[in-house]
Nanobody, 130 residues
Framework: DAPLVPSGGGSVQTGGSLRLSCTAS????????MAWYRQVRGDDCELVSS???????YYREPVQGRFTASHDKAKNTMNLEIVRAKPEDTAAYYC????????????????????????WGQGTQVTVSS
C-alpha cells in the first residue's frame, strides 16, 4: 500500500509551536478516516486526534485547545499544528488512515499498524524541552 510520508516535527522549547504533516500518494485521504497517534514510552500508542470521513474531529483531552488537526484535500495531506507545546508532548508521532469508525484510544502501535489502519506513516519525533 502507498505510504503516508511524514514531515515536520523536531525540537521546540516549552510554549513553542510546530507542525506535522503527512502526504499520501496513490490514494485519496478524503476517502478514509484519519488519525494522529503518539508513542510516549513502551509499545503503546495513544490517540491524539482523529478526523472522520464525515469531517468530525476528536482531540484527546490534554491537547484540546493546543493541537489543531486538519486535512488539505488539494495537497492530499493531513496536518497537526501544535501550539503552547509542553514537555509531556514529547513523543514519536504517527499519522494513520483507514476505515476505522472508532479510533482506539490506546493500543500497541504495532497492532494499530497491522490490524486497524490500512495506511501508517513512519514516526516523526517531537521533543519539547523545558
Amino acid at each position: 500500500d502507498a505510504p503516508l510520508v511524514p514531515s515536520g516535527g523536531g525540537s521546540v522549547q516549552t510554549g513553542g509551536s510546530l507542525r506535522l504533516s503527512c502526504t499520501a500518494s496513490g490514494y485519496t485521504l478524503a476517502d478514509w478516516d484519519m488519525a494522529w497517534y503518539r508513542q510516549v514510552r513502551g509499545d503503546d500508542c495513544e490517540l491524539v486526534s482523529s478526523i472522520g470521513r464525515n469531517g468530525r474531529i476528536y482531540y484527546r483531552e490534554p491537547v484540546q485547545g493546543r493541537f489543531t488537526a486538519s486535512h488539505d484535500k488539494a495537497k492530499n495531506t493531513m496536518n497537526l499544528e501544535i501550539v503552547r507545546a509542553k514537555p509531556e508532548d514529547t513523543a514519536a508521532y504517527y499519522c494513520a488512515a483507514g476505515s476505522v469508525r472508532d479510533s482506539p484510544a490506546t493500543a500497541p502501535c504495532q497492532s494499530l499498524q497491522l490490524y486497524e489502519y490500512r495506511f501508517w506513516g513512519q514516526g516523526t519525533q517531537v521533543t519539547v524541552s523545558s
